[in-house]
Structure formats: C-alpha cells, structure tokens
C-alpha cells in the first residue's frame, strides 16, 4: 500500500475524530453510572433512616403509655382497697383520712387518664406517619431496583457500542503512519475528543489564537502535519 499522503492523512483524522468524540461521549455517560448508582442508594438509606426514627418514637410512646397504664392500675388497685376498708373504720377522724386519701388518688387517677390518652392520639399521628414512610420507602425501592436494572442494561449497551467504534476507529486509521497516528492520539487523548480542527479565517478554529503566515502557507503546502502554536491541536484547510 503506497504511503498517504498529508491530505488523505487529514481526511482520514478527521473521520477518525467523529468517532473518537462519539466514544469520548459514551465514555462520559459510562463513568456517570457509578455516581447515579450511589445518589439511589443514598436516597433509599435517607428513606430507610426516617422510618427507623418514626418507629424509635412510637416504641417510645407505646413504652411511656404501658408506664402510665401501670401506675393506673396501682391507684385503682389503692383506691378500690381504701373503698373496702371505709366500712370497717371506727372514727370520723379515720373515716375522712381514708377519704382525702381516695380522692387525692382519684385526683392522680385523672391526670394519668389523660395522660394516656393524648399519648394514644399522638402514637395514631406517628403510626400513621409510619405506614406513609413504610409505603415510601417501599415505593422508593422499587424505583432504585429499577433504575438500577436500567442503568446495568445501559451501561452494558454503551460499553458494546464502545467495542464497536473501537474497532472502526482502528480500522480507519490502520493505514495513517505511524508517527501521524501516534501525534493524533496524543492530542486527542488530551484534548478531549478535539484535536484536528479547521483553519477560521486566520485563526486555529478551536483556540481562535491567530496563526502565522509562514505556519498558514506549511499547512497550505500539505507536506507534514502543522499544529497550532497555542493549543497544540492539528490545523488544516478545507
Ligand atoms: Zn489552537
């Protein structure tokens, strides 16, 4: 195969970066995966850690509220046993104490009978707070299991993509030397997907830095490769 020559050098870069830019681009996504991946988790462990404090506050309720039913049925349990001694006592004086004695129990009796039910309305508020986080955090779980599916079948599709173009771009430039090829991918790797570009005007098209005669008329003569001075990419003219 007789030796390229510059213009069909440069033609031949060019297609090359077509598919080196759709390759820079699949390589883009490819590497956003694993942050999309870890946002899903984090937003199912925010989920999951609200409903675990929702349930540390009902457990706590529905602790306080057994704490206060107990002291309830102390009381009663006194109350009912001062009731049963009131027709055994022998004096006024007795006969009354017991009495204070019973009503400042009723008294206590009360205050804990409230106690426990606005305890109970409370814990309804959090139970119900609970079946909501429950049903989210259900609801959340399936979306990140699906998202996540989606994002594995993705990721395995750009990655076939990525073989395929691969493989074009090392069969298109198979026949450009060498040292072309090697100063091609040098660029290209550092310029992100842009490392052949046009001459605008008098300009490098990609930097707009102003490009001197005697580099305007080498790249007219098309006998090496010339590169802009300031961005280092390769120049050509259409
Ligand atoms: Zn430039």
Redesign the pocket.
């Known amino acids: 195969m007789p030796a390229m020559g510059i213009q069909e050098i440069l033609e031949v870069l060019k297609r090359a970066q077509e598919i080196d830019r759709e390759i820079h681009q699949i390589c883009e996504k490819i590497s956003e995966v694993p942050e999309t991946l870890h946002h899903l988790t984090e937003a199912f462990e925010s989920e999951r850690a609200r409903l675990a404090q929702l349930e540390a506050k009902l457990k706590e309720a529905q602790l306080k509220q057994k704490q206060r039913e107990g002291e309830l049925s102390e009381k009663e349990a006194l109350i009912r046993k001062y009731d049963s001694q009131l027709s055994q006592v022998k004096t006024n004086k007795e006969y009354s104490a017991i009495q204070q004695e019973m009503a400042s129990l009723k008294a206590d009796s009360s205050i804990l009978e409230d106690q426990i039910l606005s305890l109970l309305e409370g814990m309804d508020l959090v139970q119900e707070e609970v079946s909501q986080e429950r049903e989210r955090l259900a609801q959340v779980e399936k979306e990140s299991l699906e998202k996540k599916k989606q994002l594995t079948e993705q990721g395995e599709t750009l990655k076939a993509s990525l073989a395929t173009l691969n493989a074009k771009r090392a069969e298109i430039v198979s026949g450009v030397s060498p040292e072309a090829r090697e100063l091609y991918d040098k660029i290209i790797e550092k310029k992100e997907g842009l490392a052949i570009?046009p001459v605008e005007g008098e300009a490098?098209g990609?930097?707009r830095?102003e490009i001197r005669p005697q580099l305007l008329n080498e790249i007219k003569l098309k006998e090496a490769l010339v590169v802009?001075e300031?961005?280092s990419?390769i120049l050509y003219l259409d």
């Open positions: 570009v490098c990609a930097c830095m802009c300031n961005c990419r």
